[in-house]
C-alpha cells in the first residue's frame, strides 16, 4: 500500500515539474550603464510568476501559447518551439549596448490574434534596483509592436494580458 503511495507521489511530482515551463539556470549579462556591467546568477524559475504574469529577462526570446475562451485569454503557457503560431505570443526581450553611451533594452511583442492586445509591464533596472511600472503601446492584430527605453533593464513582469477594441 505505501509503495502504490510513494508512487502516485512521484507521478504527481513528476507531472506537475514538467506541465510548468521553467526556464533553465543562466549567467545574465548586461551593459548597465557607459562604465558598469550587470552580470546575475539566474536560478531555474518559472516563466508564470503568478497566473498570466510573465516574467522575461533581457536576452530572452518567448513563444507563449494562448488559450482564448469567450475572447478572453485564458490560459498562458511557454512552449519551446512555435507549433501554433495562430494563438502563440511572440516576445523578444533584448539590449543594444555596442555604443556605451547609448544604451537601448527593446521589446518586440508579435500579436497572432484578430484583435488589438494589451498588457501592463513593470520594469527592474540594475541603477535604480526598483520595480517600476512603464508604459505599452497597444499591439494591433497580427503585428509586431516595438518597445524601447534609453537604458538598461533586467527584467520585465508583463501582466494583465487583454484584448481592446
Known amino acids: ?47 508564470f510568476v503568478a497566473d498570466k504574469v510573465l516574467q522575461i529577462y533581457c536576452g530572452e526570446k518567448l513563444f507563449v501559447e494562448c488559450e482564448i475562451k469567450s475572447d478572453t485569454i485564458f490560459e498562458m503557457k511557454v512552449v519551446k518551439e512555435n507549433k501554433n503560431p ?12 555596442e555604443d556605451r553611451e547609448n544604451i537601448i533594452t527593446m521589446l518586440s511583442v508579435k500579436n497572432p490574434f484578430d484583435k488589438t492586445l494589451l498588457y501592463d509591464a513593470v520594469m527592474f533596472t540594475p541603477i535604480s534596483q526598483t520595480w517600476k511600472r512603464t508604459s505599452i503601446i497597444p499591439v494591433r492584430p497580427t503585428i509586431y509592436s516595438f518597445e524601447t527605453w534609453p537604458h538598461s533593464i533586467i527584467t520585465l513582469v508583463l501582466e494583465n494580458w487583454r484584448f481592446v477594441e
Open 86 to 97: 495562430k494563438k502563440t505570443i511572440e516576445i523578444d526581450f533584448y539590449q543594444e549596448a
Open 1 to 47: 500500500m505505501s509503495k502504490t503511495i510513494l508512487i502516485a507521489f512521484f507521478l504527481a511530482f513528476w507531472t506537475f515539474s514538467f506541465c510548468q515551463e521553467k526556464r533553465n539556470a543562466f549567467k545574465l549579462e548586461i551593459v548597465a550603464d557607459k562604465e558598469h556591467q550587470y552580470g546575475a546568477d539566474i536560478p531555474e524559475s518559472p516563466y
